[in-house]
């Protein structure tokens, strides 16, 4: 590896296995959350005006504002 | 043999229309083959009128046989196909029409949960796809069900709770049957998957009732004539007419609008589940996309070098004699 382009990158990321093994977990559990919000406005973008979400505001009356998230 | 004879047939005809020189040729020429004598013209016209006769009456047979469909019902029984119709909720990535289904619950409530039980959806389902919170809970508590045993082994009567079902109109299906006529309401929680065609087939029936019966059918007593009906006597009279829910968001009540709210109402109550499958398909199509696109990338790259090389055969130089041609 003495001749790899980033040795910083062998240095951090994959020297040690339990390095390795850790930044492979975290990165799927953060890709994960990132995919997943990004899939789902795309999905709300797709059907604005057709979710709950989007008309629950006619329904629900002031006072019980905090109580009702759904 | 039969092929045989059917080649011999064409070349008579062809010598015969070619004149007869062109026939002495060729009935030399096949009589080369073997040793048998040259056909006589007679023969290979018997011949060739036997064959074509076997071959068209063995196509005949076939399609007496096989060729007309057989169909178990008549077209009456099995009811008219219903009409496709474009909903926009079966769409890849569509949801449900949230303010339709509302729409739709009220018409279910209004109209259809006079005879129609909805007993697989719970109160709690509605909240935030159709109803708030305390919607839901007020609704529930116009009911009242069982309670658990008390200490005296006394069962009560509580009002509702969100985790409460709707409730049936009728006690048990006898009660049901008894009253509407001996015809049972089915039950609506799963209707779009329980008949063929499912929304269009629920859509066609809701508006397909004439004005009356056509010339000529039959209805039974007590029955009402719907052609998407199997069998076309449905106990179920038209229930839905211009004007018969006033919606609370103000959208004109025809027949159509209410048929096709509830039908999508129906839909959603069949498949609650369907946002998450379609939302889950998308992404799951997505990775699995860019995985392939990855995996195809890296064949490519580790077969280059092995798509691209040459192999060369350096044969070994010999002796005196001519160079050997490669």
């Not at chain 1, 001749?3 to 930044?23: E, S």
């Not at chain 1, 795309?42 to 006619?58: A, M």
């Not at chain 2, 009567?157 to 009660?175: F, I, M, T, V």
Request: hydrophobic letters at 40%.
């Amino acid at each position: 590896m003495a001749t790899a382009p980033r040795p910083w990158l062998y240095n951090t990321f994959f020297k040690k296995n339990y390095m390795m093994l850790g930044v492979v977990f975290a990165g799927a559990f953060g890709f994960e959350m990132w995919y997943n919000s990004v899939m789902d406005k795309i999905w709300e973008t797709n059907n604005r005006g057709r979710l709950w979400k989007d008309i629950r505001h006619k329904y629900v009356t002031a006072n019980d504002d905090g109580d009702d998230d759904e | 043999m039969l092929a045989r004879s059917c080649l011999r047939s064409t070349r008579t005809f062809a010598g015969a229309k070619n004149g007869a020189i062109n026939f002495t040729k060729r009935a030399a020429s096949s009589s080369s083959s073997g040793s048998t004598a040259p056909a006589q013209p007679v023969m290979l016209n018997i011949a060739a009128v036997a064959s074509t006769a076997v071959a068209i009456g063995s196509i005949a047979w076939y399609y007496h046989l096989y060729g007309p469909t057989a169909n178990a019902m008549t077209p009456a029984e099995e009811g008219l196909h219903p009409t496709k119709y474009p909903w926009v909720h079966q769409q890849a990535l569509k949801t449900f029409d949230h303010q339709a289904l509302r729409r739709g619950f009220q018409v279910y409530r209004e109209v259809c949960a006079s005879c129609h039980s909805l007993s697989r959806v719970p109160y709690r389902a509605l909240v935030g796809v159709l109803l708030t919170v305390d919607e839901a809970k007020a609704l529930a508590e116009e009911n009242e069900y069982d309670t658990e045993p008390n200490d005296e082994g006394e069962i009560e009567k509580r009002p509702g709770k969100l985790s409460d079902y709707l409730p049936a109109p009728y006690k048990n299906d006898e009660a049901a049957r008894a009253a509407n006529n001996g015809a049972l309401p089915p039950d609506l929680s799963l209707i779009t998957k329980a008949r063929h065609g499912g929304c269009d087939y629920i859509f066609s029936l809701l508006t397909g009732y004439p004005e009356e019966p056509p010339a000529g059918a039959q209805v039974g007593a007590g029955l009402n004539f719907n052609p998407y009906f199997p069998g076309t006597g449905i106990a179920m009279a038209r229930v839905l007419y211009d004007g018969l829910v006033e919606y609370e968001d103000e959208t004109p009540a025809s027949t159509s609008q209410m048929a096709k709210d509830v039908v999508e109402f129906l839909n959603w109550a069949a498949e609650p589940e369907m946002d998450d499958r379609k939302r889950m398909g998308f992404k799951v199509l997505t990775v699995t996309t860019v995985l392939f696109a990855l995996s195809v990338w890296v064949k490519r790259y580790k077969w280059a070098h092995i798509k691209s090389r040459k192999i060369v055969y350096d044969p070994p130089k010999v002796g005196d004699g001519p160079a050997p041609r490669y």
